[in-house]
């Protein structure tokens, strides 16, 4: 199985979103359902092409046969936190536990090196243990825990913060 990891362009926006809203239907651990995020094309574009000109960010896609299977991200914080980055990572459910999010996660953590971040910041839901072990098996670490974060059908859902320190 060949993977390619490539930074996503404005012209995969339309892709991008296609994903979203594959992957947010395939589990309940994103912010997000089947329904996907509520961009436009234009939107997603010009989102696209700002995180390509942001010095401390960017948007990785996971591509098999030219379709998008996994991504990455890392969105730089600004000011007094400019040090720091939020991590996203998502897979489609088929390739779970085939080293795609490992794929991602090393060249995010390359890339952050490479641009003076020196600290990545995610939250994963508590119960989400396989996540959790693979930002763990790259270093992160749990620093607390944040309560009833997500609420679905009346259930509330906890999750893990973590962060990796670089320096």
Do not use: M
């Given at each position: 199985m060949e993977i390619i990891i490539r930074e996503a362009l404005a012209e995969d926006a339309e892709q991008i979103i296609a994903y979203t809203k594959i992957v947010g239907g395939e589990t309940d651990n994103l912010t997000f359902g089947k329904s996907g995020l509520p961009v436009s094309l234009e939107q997603e574009e010009k989102f696209l092409k700002r995180v390509h000109d942001d010095k401390t960010s960017i948007h990785l896609v996971a591509?098999?046969?030219g379709k998008i299977i996994g991504n990455g991200s890392l969105s730089g914080l600004p000011r007094r936190m400019c040090h720091r980055a939020e991590l996203g990572l998502t897979v489609r459910r088929n390739y779970w536990h085939q080293g795609i999010g490992s794929m991602l996660l090393?060249?995010?953590?390359?890339?952050?090196?490479?641009?003076g971040i020196e600290?990545?910041?995610?939250?994963?839901r508590s119960d989400n243990l396989n996540a959790i072990h693979l930002y763990e098996k790259f270093g992160f670490r749990r620093i607390g825990t944040l309560p009833a974060y997500?609420?679905?059908?009346?259930?509330?859902?906890?999750f893990e913060i973590m962060?990796?320190?670089?320096?």
């Open positions: 591509c098999k046969n090393t060249e995010l953590i390359k890339y952050a090196k490479g641009s600290i990545i910041n995610l939250e994963v997500f609420k679905i059908n009346g259930h509330y859902v906890d962060y990796l320190d670089l320096r």
